[in-house]
């Protein structure tokens, strides 16, 4: 076997192995400080640690690493995705609207009766509670997700169909202002602060969920390596070589819809980290190949993800700072670095 693959597969395990210690940091940090025996002791002897530490970890802290780590994976997965289907480095998981009408969906609901709609005065709605937002931003997401299905479907350049997805994201941001223009403030505040995004206050129930959607687009996606590869070629190239080209473009942009759109249904839009993790796996790979390039993704999209949600914890005031300004922050500056380094 070539020592370069070999090379590569272990910097991809050690990579995996180095989400542990990250993913431990991640639970240890916060409000209150939790030590690694703490830790420890919440996962293999409960009964040992204090009731109030035990509830914390499991409660809270657990599961919004796991959310992390989820999050991480869907979101560079489906912006490896999006780059592969436009050849473009830039595309990431919003470039087709879908985190606008995931917006949207929010909005309509949460400032609904500022604009007349009275959606939260009907009792079955405001039962759902948590769940309502999650609903509404994924039907948000799965209407866009629809729409540009269809016009995938007749529209056969890739250029245009990225451009349909900018101006259905355009529209989708416009109605989302209107929306803000009429509502009430304390609505107004509860939708910005949505749009900050938050890796917190998920139950294990909706980890499930988001878990299994994650899953169904990871290995859509993993299907997708080879037609990857070979769209790297060109369409032309890729035809010739017996793939269906607009096959691969409707199960690519369903695949990343479904990463995309139920991330953003529970966690809000987090950006970022679709574009820059599979710019550093590239970097890291030095390698245009999918099938490396999809685990390597993975990984720099969970670790980096949790990297973030620690730092937005680490400040003198103890107020957490939003994930979304985290992850743009980090973000952009490693998508000039990474896109400079390329062009060397």
């Not at 991480?72 to 912006?79: E, K």
């Not at 299994?212 to 035809?239: D, F, H, I, P, R």
Request: aromatic residues 6%; positive net charge.
């Amino acid at each position: 076997m070539n020592l370069k693959v070999i090379d590569l597969k272990v910097k991809i395990l050690l990579l995996w192995v180095a989400i542990i210690p990250l993913f431990i940091l991640n639970v240890s940090v916060g409000s209150t400080q939790i030590s690694i025996s703490d830790i420890f002791g919440a996962l293999f002897h409960s009964e040992m640690i204090d009731e109030g530490v035990y509830n914390i970890l499991w409660l809270i802290r657990i599961p919004k690493a796991l959310v992390s780590i989820l999050a991480g994976v869907g979101l560079a997965v489906s912006g490896l995705l999006m780059q592969a289907l436009f050849r473009n480095p830039m595309a990431g998981p919003s470039v087709l609207g879908i985190n606008s009408g995931a917006s949207l969906g929010v909005a309509l609901i949460s400032l609904s009766s500022g604009i007349g709609l009275g959606v939260n005065s009907i009792a079955y709605l405001q039962n759902l509670g948590a769940w309502l937002t999650v609903i509404a931003s994924s039907v948000g997401a799965g209407l866009v997700m629809f729409l540009i299905l269809i016009v995938a479907h007749k529209i056969k350049d890739n250029v245009a169909l990225l451009i349909v997805g900018i101006m259905v994201g355009a529209l989708a941001s416009s109605l989302v202002g209107i929306a803000q223009y009429f509502s009430h403030p304390d609505q107004l505040q509860e939708y910005i602060l949505w749009t900050f995004g938050s890796l917190g206050g998920i139950v294990y129930d909706q980890i499930l969920i988001l878990s299994l959607l994650t899953l169904l687009g990871v290995l859509v996606s993993v299907y997708l390596c080879k037609s990857m590869n070979l769209m790297l070629l060109g369409e032309q190239y890729a035809k010739s070589m017996g793939l269906s080209v607009s096959k691969f473009r409707l199960l690519t942009i369903f695949s990343a819809s479904i990463l995309a759109g139920s991330i953003t249904g529970f966690c809000g839009p987090i950006g970022f980290v679709g574009i820059a993790a599979p710019h550093i796996a590239r970097v890291i790979s030095k390698s245009s190949d999918h099938f490396k390039l999809l685990p390597l993704s993975a990984v720099v999209g969970a670790g980096g993800l949790l990297i973030c949600d620690i730092i937005s914890h680490v400040n003198s005031s103890g107020v957490v700072l939003p994930i979304n300004s985290i992850t743009s922050l980090i973000g952009a500056p490693i998508v000039i670095l990474a896109m400079l380094k390329g062009r060397k």
